[in-house]
């Protein structure tokens, strides 16, 4: 029993880093379209950029900040928003495990091709880009509208709780390939630089593509409203919201079903954040090793009955597995690449199958609830310990005197240095959930009732002068 004991309190760090952080514990609340920025769109447009903030409302926020898990929604560049379903419940979800989360829109929009390229399938004209060129600097305008999100919410970490130091990403499909070039871009080598400089003005789009494709998608009011130059982008982090008020680290980010058009992987800087991937390997949108983009789709529909002409100029691109094998190949060679844990689904649906029951869509994650889950338990274990437990603030000018006893039966006492104008103590499980609480005002101690609370470990929160110190408690053992 003793040994069980000191096993638990010896291992409770890491229980509470990962249990913390991992269970939808809190009561949330939520700011959507805060305005963080404009910038110029594709055509010359200005765009409006907003985000929806949702973060605990009753925690206690740990004494250097809550985490911040920045969400990108996908939609091919030129489609998506951050309210979409599985955006907003990733964003509200990793609130209730005590984030702020903030869902991102982005500059949209790419040039259409000048050729006639026609299907009457839904969408697949709007696939047809003037260049292949047009993917990635619509990607790259994505890169750097998030790094400008990223300094507007740092800009405003106080106000929220953040923790700089820990900062987190995720993206589904285009969304997956932001995030990513967010957090491992870290030297200029990385970007294709010729595709992001001056480039040759863009033809006119075909008037085929004005009604259905630029107009429904709200990317231009008609073309002959279209600025067609293609200037500059500018540095991959963009000029949104600078200077950085505070430098801030990226831990790890989270791709569902996305890529990177180039490999981007090798680590440069410090601290090169963790990569957490998933894929199906029947996706048809995004390839899971390396192709063209829409390799899958665009092979289906050509062919009997659609009998569609070839959706033209996709890039070329790494999925998942590709990434993996980028990564791996890096570390053979010794070079300094990222850690990653590769969840990827054993399904494998043809395209028929996939048109015939869009419940089997390999685009899509296949069990929400799962994958998210192993999202939350990989980035837990990459949160800095200072957020997880204030133990190390706790060591300078440490106001407290001593907690007795420990172990515990129906009472607690806890002792301070000195006499300290008011204290809020509250008990809290290794799931985060509050249990009791108490409060003192111009004491030397202060007492928490303990009658009714199950045998086990748990987590004493001391409020004192707006700083939360953390104390183990072990009850009835």
Not at 215 to 229: F, H, T, V
Not at 384 to 393: H, K, Q
């Amino acid at each position: 029993m003793k040994r069980a004991l000191l096993l638990s309190v010896f291992l409770l760090p890491c229980i509470l880093s990962g249990q913390t952080w991992t269970d939808t514990t809190y009561s949330i609340q939520s700011e959507t379209n805060v305005l963080y920025g404009t910038a110029t769109g594709f055509a010359g447009d200005m765009v409006e950029l907003g985000m929806d903030i949702s973060y605990p409302a009753n925690d206690d926020p740990p004494p250097c900040g809550r985490p911040l898990l920045v969400v990108v929604h996908g939609g091919a560049w030129i489609a998506g928003d951050k309210s979409e379903y599985n955006i907003a419940r990733i964003r509200t979800d990793f609130a209730k495990r005590g984030y702020v989360a903030a869902a991102v829109n982005y500059r949209l929009g790419q040039f259409h091709t000048n050729q006639f390229v026609n299907c009457n399938v839904p969408d697949w004209n709007c696939f047809n880009m003037t260049d292949s060129s047009e993917w990635y600097r619509a990607n790259y305008r994505g890169i750097q509208d998030v790094h400008g999100a990223i300094r507007y919410l740092i800009a405003h970490s106080e106000q929220y709780h953040i923790d700089t130091a820990n900062i987190f990403l995720a993206g589904e499909s285009a969304g997956g390939f932001i995030a990513m070039g967010v957090g491992f871009i870290d030297e200029a080598s990385e970007v294709l630089g010729a595709l992001v400089g001056d480039y040759p003005d863009a033809p006119a789009p075909n008037a085929l593509y004005e009604i259905n494709c630029i107009q429904a998608y709200g990317l231009a009011d008609n073309i002959a409203s279209m600025n067609l130059e293609r200037p500059a982008l500018g540095t991959y982090t963009g000029d949104l919201n600078l200077p950085a008020e505070k430098g801030y680290t990226i831990r790890a980010v989270g791709n569902f079903f996305g890529g990177a058009f180039n490999n981007i992987f090798r680590a440069h800087a410090a601290v090169s954040p963790a990569l957490y991937l998933f894929h199906q390997p029947c996706d048809l949108i995004v390839p899971f090793n390396y192709g063209r983009l829409l390799a899958g789709y665009n092979t289906c529909l050509t062919g009997f009955p659609a009998n569609c002409g070839y959706i033209v100029n996709r890039p070329y691109a790494y999925g998942s597995k590709g990434i993996k094998t980028l990564i791996d190949t890096l570390n053979a060679q010794g070079l300094s690449a990222p850690e990653y844990y590769y969840d990827a689904a054993s399904s494998n649906y043809n395209c028929l199958e996939q048109a015939a029951n869009p419940a089997l869509g390999c685009h899509a994650i296949d069990n929400f609830w799962l994958r998210t889950s192993h999202l939350a338990a990989f980035f837990a274990d990459k949160i800095d310990a200072c957020t997880v437990s204030g133990v190390e603030m706790a060591a300078t000018a440490d106001p407290l005197k001593a907690v007795y006893p420990n172990p515990a039966a129906d009472r607690v006492w806890v002792y301070f240095q000195s006499r300290l104008p008011h204290v809020e103590i509250g008990l809290a499980d290794l799931w985060g959930r509050t249990l009791g609480r108490t409060q003192a005002d111009h004491a030397d101690s202060a007492v928490l009732d303990l009658v009714g609370v199950p045998n086990g470990i748990y987590v004493l929160r001391i409020r004192i002068e707006g700083k939360v110190y953390v104390r183990r408690l072990v009850v009835g053992m």
